[in-house]
């Protein structure tokens, strides 16, 4: 510890004279402010304040420090000299040491060397391994080419076998066949390719086909010969075909001769088919038709006895109406609309007759079932759609449609029942919607054609009838009274059945025509009325006619229709005409002094009134002492008069409430100053009491 003290204090001893020998007072350099600098920087050492302040003399000091340093250096060197031995076994170990890490540098070199010889040999391994990675995958995909070529080259004992002998109907044949057409195929595209080796199997492929093909020719021509037999239902052998639909699609790839001979074959046959059938079934139909129908002299103003029992009571068992829908209106029902067709020796058997609409229904609907299957059999079994499927489809069914037209035509042309026709129409309309949600639009030119017979025929029937009503004259009807007339009962009939019928797809062209009839009917309504001596009883027959017809319509057309709202009106004005005129005798007196004495009041001139007096006395002492008995013949007149006793109830509610609201304009009257001094206005009957008097005289139905 004293060592390193004194080597302490002899470093800085010696630190002390470096600084004082840096100092170079003999230079040409030197300069004031440095030794200025190096004075102030030796005062500020520590050793140096210490000597100042103790005032030690600096050669002894450093005398001093000398000797001490001697001796430390002695004392070093005996201590090295004592440490010597330690230092040469240090000196052994650091050789040793570095000898072994000289081997372990040599060692280190040598894993080096051999690790860059691995690296190498792993990236040769990789290069080796991404080298053999792409032979494979090229063997691989070469393999799978070969394979599938082999493959779909090889033509296999079994299809051979199958072909050969087993008969087409078998699942087995129908596999095979696949399989075969798939092969044909392929040959076909690696022909284009160039494959040498389509040429090994192209021989025996085509021997396949030729004795496939002429299986399948066979088994298909059976089937369609088989439609020919009597009595056969060829919707059976038609559904075995759809089972084996791949049979056309393989004639139709590999063999198009023999295709179209077995598609000309199945037109041929399926088309004399159903010409054959519905012509026969046409035919058979009209006979259970009801036996009497319209004729030209059948028309709404026709006199009813001129042709007796047609437009009163049937004769006939099953008489069908001309003017009245009744229940035929049910054949546009949806239940009734594709119920069963009608089967015509059941109908004869059972002695049951049908009108016109109904055979048209059954007749159509047949049509519609059979078009829908067969059009949808053409485009599964022959693989046609759009203008081809139409066409093969007009090939088949052109005959029978043809003939449907030809039918209708002539019967049109000699129809006179319009009812009949509409709802054929309406019939054609709906079974137009049915087959568009079907998608099946093969017979939408024949709907239109039917439309385009039907619409003229309808019209001319009801001009014919529009016209025999503007030209009949009412004298020639025979004796006329004040009830309902059978030419506006036919009208109502009719116009209801045309607007119920017409409500589910309307026409513009129905309403026009309607409109028409209406307009020549109201004014044949009028001409009937004239024929009445009197306004009373003109009043009482349009009434009960308008009544009668807005019935009639009310049934079946909704409160909304034009018509409906026409008679309505009709109907409230001439009743309210009515109620004035059956008021006038017993209270005319009273009615006709109201309006006077209100008119007078309404202009001022209040002094004519008082010579009114005597007038006003006399009507208030007579509707006193007569009003009940007048009320009561008044109540039992209307009912009289009116065919309809809910009318009737209605026109005598009116006529009461009327006279109430005259009887309280008179009281008014009465209360004004040139009468209110009459002593006669205590005989007035109080308005409250006359209410409920006229109330028991309210007729209840």
């Known amino acids: 510890m004293a060592t390193e003290v004194m080597e302490g204090q002899r470093m800085q001893a010696v630190g002390g004279e470096m600084l004082m020998g840096e100092l170079d007072i003999t230079s040409d350099e030197f300069i004031l402010d440095e030794v200025d600098t190096h004075i102030q920087a030796n005062l500020e050492d520590e050793l140096v304040k210490e000597a100042l302040k103790t005032g030690v003399d600096l050669r002894h000091y450093s005398k001093q420090v000398e000797t001490e340093l001697q001796y430390i250096e002695h004392a070093s060197i005996k201590d090295y000299i004592k440490e010597s031995e330690n230092i040469a076994s240090l000196h052994n170990q650091i050789t040793a040491c570095d000898t072994i890490l000289e081997r372990m540098e040599q060692m280190l070199s040598t894993f080096q060397c051999d690790l860059s010889s691995i690296s190498c040999e792993i990236q040769t391994l990789q290069e080796q391994s991404i080298a053999m990675n792409i032979k494979l995958k090229n063997r691989q995909s070469v393999r799978s080419e ?58 025996i492929l085509d021997r396949l086909k030729i004795k496939a093909v002429s299986k399948i020719r066979e088994f298909i021509l059976q089937k369609i010969y088989s439609f020919r037999k009597p009595m056969t239902n060829y919707q059976v052998p038609q559904n075995a075909l759809l089972k084996y639909r791949f049979f056309f699609q393989f004639l139709l790839a590999n063999e198009r001769q023999v295709a179209k001979e077995i598609r000309d074959e199945y037109v041929d046959t399926v088309s004399k088919i159903y010409l054959s059938y519905f012509k026969s079934y046409s035919s058979r139909l009209m006979k259970v038709q009801y036996e009497e129908v319209a004729d030209k002299d059948d028309l709404m103003g026709v006199e009813d006895t001129a042709k007796k029992g047609f437009f009163s009571k049937p004769s006939l068992k099953n008489r069908n109406t001309i003017f009245t829908l009744g229940n035929r209106g049910n054949v546009i029902a949806s239940s009734e609309l594709e119920a069963p067709i009608i089967v015509p020796h059941a109908a004869q058997k059972n002695d049951t007759r049908y009108p016109f609409e109904s055979l048209f229904r059954s007749q159509h609907y047949a049509l519609l079932d059979n078009s829908c299957r067969e059009y949808l059999f053409l485009c599964d079994f022959f693989m046609v759609t759009g203008n081809s499927a139409q066409d093969l489809f007009n090939a088949i069914m052109g005959k029978t449609l043809s003939m449907f037209l030809k039918h209708m035509d002539t019967y049109v042309a000699d129809c006179y029942d319009s009812i009949a026709v509409f709802l054929s129409i309406h019939i054609i309309l709906r079974f137009k919607t049915m087959m568009t949600k079907r998608n099946v639009p093969a017979v939408d030119k024949y709907w239109d054609t039917l439309l385009e017979i039907l619409w003229p025929r309808f019209e001319f029937i009801l001009e014919l009838n529009t016209q025999n009503i503007r030209t009949t004259d009412p004298q020639k009807l025979g004796a006329l009274d004040t009830r309902p007339h059978y030419v506006t009962r036919r009208y109502a009939e009719f116009s209801s059945a045309i607007v119920s019928i017409n409500e589910t797809y309307p026409n513009e062209k129905a309403h026009s025509l309607l409109a028409q009839l209406q307009m020549e009917v109201e004014n044949f309504v009028l001409r009937m009325a004239a024929e009445f001596s009197s306004r009373r009883e003109q009043l009482i027959f349009l009434i009960n006619n308008y009544d009668m017809m807005l019935g009639v319509l009310m049934e079946r057309a909704t409160d909304d229709s034009k018509e409906v709202e026409s008679f309505q009106q009709l109907l409230g004005a001439r009743t309210q005409e009515f109620i004035e005129e059956i008021l006038s005798p017993p209270f005319g007196g009273m009615m006709a002094f109201v309006k006077e004495a209100e008119g007078l009041l309404e202009r001022g001139q209040v002094e004519r009134l008082k010579s009114e007096e005597g007038r006003a006395v006399t009507l208030v002492r007579g509707f006193a002492g007569s009003w009940k008995q ?72």
Request: aromatic share 8%; charged share 20%; proline share 4%.
């Open 146 to 203: 070969l394979s599938q070529l082999v493959d779909e080259l090889i033509v296999p004992n079994t299809m051979i076998t199958t072909i050969l002998d087993i008969p087409v109907t078998e699942q087995q044949f129908v596999e095979q066949l696949h399989e075969l057409n798939n092969k044909i195929n392929y040959v076909k595209e690696q022909s284009f390719k160039e494959t040498l080796a389509c040429s090994d199997v192209q021989d």
């Open 630 to 701: 007048s009320v009561e013949g008044l109540s039992q007149d209307v009912m009289r008069s009116f065919t309809n006793f809910k009318n009737g109830t209605g026109i005598i509610q009116g006529a009461l409430t009327q006279l109430i609201q005259y009887y309280h304009r008179f009281h008014k009257v009465l209360a004004q100053p040139p009468f209110k001094t009459l002593a006669a206005r205590s005989e007035l009957i109080n308005i409250h009491h006359l209410m409920v008097e006229v109330k028991k005289h309210k007729p209840n139905f």
